[in-house]
């Protein structure tokens, strides 16, 4: 049943609790520090570009107190989804690409640029899911929501909502762990049944195949509770308007500089990027 313990390779929506200064910080201060190593990730074309948010999430885990392999364990899920992307880009080829031809089968052929492309996706994304991870294992569900409050406040006056838009991405980080709970638990019912998952025989590709059919019993469980809260809310009087909160978030010694520093670090990793394309 290891297999398919997906629950336990979850790390985007875990809150670790702790008094590091990391967690003291406010949520605007970590919203920037989301945003800046985000954009880092997303726009470097070049690999030391985006391995720094990677160096910088793991280097920022130690001070709060968050072992590594909390953040990595989270690209685990992903195997299968990259290795149908490499799979993709020897199928199909890019026009006009005369690259060196690094691998070859029958009409099937990886070249030099095909690989750097697949290289490129796993690192980036081995990145983003490293920095979602951080934020949400060093940021409380209410901190999350209060932080796009308060950095959205200003920009309420043209017709924004930041309390719809802060609710909307509170909930949307608490179902992550809660869909993979429904994903282990549908899983391990239909394996008791007979299904084959998690035995490792066929690869990654078997394996993605073997988990397309858990895809609509697990929207339909999403929908489910997503219908259940809607309700509750509904049931308690929610209303957007008038609505205070007694959580205050005290700026932290150095908070400024802080702010400064992931400011410095979006820069220096376009400067990297530009020097190493």
């Not at 899920?77 to 089968?105: E, N």
Request: aromatic share 8%.
């Amino acid at each position: 049943m290891k297999g398919i313990e997906f629950f336990r390779n979850v790390s985007i929506g875990l809150y670790k609790q702790g008094d590091s200064y990391v967690h003291r910080l406010t949520p605007a201060t970590k919203y920037l520090w989301l945003a800046s190593l985000m954009l880092s990730g997303i726009a470097s074309s070049s690999y030391i570009g985006a391995l720094l948010p990677l160096a910088l999430c793991l280097a920022i885990g130690g001070v709060a107190g968050i072992r590594p392999s909390f953040l990595l364990r989270g690209v685990k899920p992903l195997l299968p989804i990259l290795a149908i992307s490499a799979l993709l880009q020897a199928v199909f080829s890019w026009p006009g690409d005369t690259s060196t031809v690094l691998f070859s089968l029958g009409p099937f052929s990886l070249t030099a640029k095909e690989g750097r492309l697949v290289l490129m996706t796993a690192i980036r994304t081995l990145s983003l899911m490293t920095v979602i991870g951080l934020f949400t294992s060093v940021t409380s569900e209410g901190e999350s929501v209060h932080g796009i409050e308060d950095t959205l406040a200003p920009f309420a006056k043209l017709g924004l909502h930041p309390q719809r838009l802060a609710l909307a991405v509170g909930i949307a980080l608490r179902f992550v762990p809660i869909l993979a709970g429904e994903l282990e638990s549908i899983a391990k019912a239909q394996a008791s049944r007979g299904a084959n998952f998690g035995s490792g025989r066929g690869g990654p590709i078997a394996k993605a195949r073997a988990y397309l059919p858990l895809f609509v019993p697990v929207t339909i469980r999403a929908l489910e509770r997503a219908e259940i809260l809607a309700e509750a809310m509904e049931a308690r009087g929610y209303a957007e308007e008038g609505r205070t909160r007694l959580a205050s978030y005290p700026r932290q010694k150095g908070e400024s500089l802080v702010k400064l520093a992931a400011l410095a670090a979006c820069a220096a990793s376009f400067i990297i990027d530009y020097v190493f394309k």
